[in-house]
């Protein structure tokens, strides 16, 4: 039996002809701590869509504010919508399977509290996975805002395809190797069963767990990238995946479970090439992370004589964007033709694309605030 599914997103019309029950369940969970001053706007993105998610779980890690009371008002009586106190805090990777075990649904979208929703994001995905199959993932861009909600500008992620696509685990993988990462979390939607099956978010990888655990599930089911932004994303200084890259003990202590676990979950994914290069990516995040600080002591052999050999010539290069472009063509030499395809010419291709199509959308969000 098929039926026609018909969506609104802004002034397009999206018509689906899909089978009755292959339009997959969406469930949001919303791991907050202490972020009150952020929450309305998280909470109002979510209860603002014309198509709600089927199952809503905020997941409090401790909050010493007025965040369970702010939530619960916003949530009350809404169907699906519970909120999870944690009575001791788990921090974020840990909040984050709190949530997910209260999960049915077919697919899960991890919200921070301090990010939020923009366009009918669950209609969009719903639709495009009916269409196109299920999958393990469902990837689409940002809009990047500062600290008090200005849109600045579509976050500068690698753009993979230039219409909505479906890609198998083979295709994921080549582009794992070739790009590293190609996701945004706060537009990324889960397959929760096979979530799951990897044993969740690995909370040793910190700040990294969600894209270890989106890398991987795309090499095993497959993703489906789609162009356009449909979330926010806030800037803020020494936020969670920055302390992770400054950790500079624990991130080869990470680095070294990637090794060690990685080959067990999907074998196609982590090969030796595919390990060695995220370890350089994320050694050069955590060179990029320092910003005056001291000079982490990382690495092989031969990382260690290059960061040593950096490290003399930091002090004297007071262009930050120069060191970083001189430790990116160092570290990272194998990156450089992807970068440019991928995240400059693909991207602003989108961008020009986009704004040619609706000239309103750049004037409107430079104009918002969300304070």
């Not at 990294?208 to 449909?230: E, Q, R, V």
Request: proline residues 5%.
């Amino acid at each position: 039996m098929e039926r026609r599914a018909v969506y609104h997103i802004g002034a397009a019309k999206l018509v689906a002809v899909v089978t009755e029950h292959s339009e997959p369940t969406v469930a949001i969970v919303i791991p907050n701590y202490n972020d009150a001053p952020y929450l309305p706007t998280c909470l109002a993105s979510v209860l603002g869509l014309a198509l709600r998610p089927d199952q809503i779980i905020l997941v409090d890690d401790g909050s010493t504010d007025e965040s369970v009371a702010l939530a619960a008002r916003y949530l009350d009586g809404v169907p699906g919508a519970q909120i999870v106190v944690n009575p001791e805090r788990v921090g974020t990777m840990g909040a984050l399977n709190v949530g997910l075990q209260y999960v049915s649904c077919d697919y899960v979208l991890f919200l921070a509290s301090n990010d939020h929703l923009d366009g009918e994001i669950l209609a969009h995905a719903k639709a495009a996975i009916a269409r196109l199959g299920p999958t393990g993932l469902w990837s689409a861009m940002v809009w990047s805002a500062d600290a008090e909600g200005n849109y600045e500008q579509v976050f500068p992620s690698a753009v993979v395809a230039t219409r909505e696509t479906a890609l198998t685990p083979q295709e994921c993988v080549r582009f794992a190797n070739r790009l590293g990462n190609w996701f945004t979390g706060t537009t990324l939607l889960f397959h929760r069963a096979t979530l799951q099956h990897i044993g969740g978010f690995d909370q040793e990888y910190r700040g990294l767990a969600d894209l270890f655990a989106a890398l991987t599930i795309s090499s095993l089911k497959g993703a489906i990238f789609c162009p356009a932004p449909f979330g926010v994303m806030r800037r803020h200084d020494g936020g969670y995946l920055w302390r992770t890259l400054t950790d500079h003990v624990h991130l080869e202590s990470l680095l070294l479970g990637v090794m060690d676990k990685g080959p067990t979950l999907s074998p196609a994914l982590f090969t030796p090439r595919f390990i060695e290069r995220t370890c350089r990516r994320i050694r050069f995040s955590a060179v990029r992370a320092l910003d005056g600080g001291a000079w982490p002591n990382i690495g092989g052999a031969w990382e260690r004589g290059v960061y040593a050999w950096l490290g003399g010539l930091w002090r004297f290069m007071m262009i930050s964007k120069l060191r970083t472009a001189l430790a990116f063509l160092l570290l990272r030499p194998f990156d450089i033709l992807p970068m440019f395809w991928y995240r400059l010419i693909k991207f602003r291709w989108i961008v020009v694309r986009d704004r040619l199509r609706n000239p309103q959308i750049s004037i409107v969000h430079a104009k918002r605030s969300l304070a």
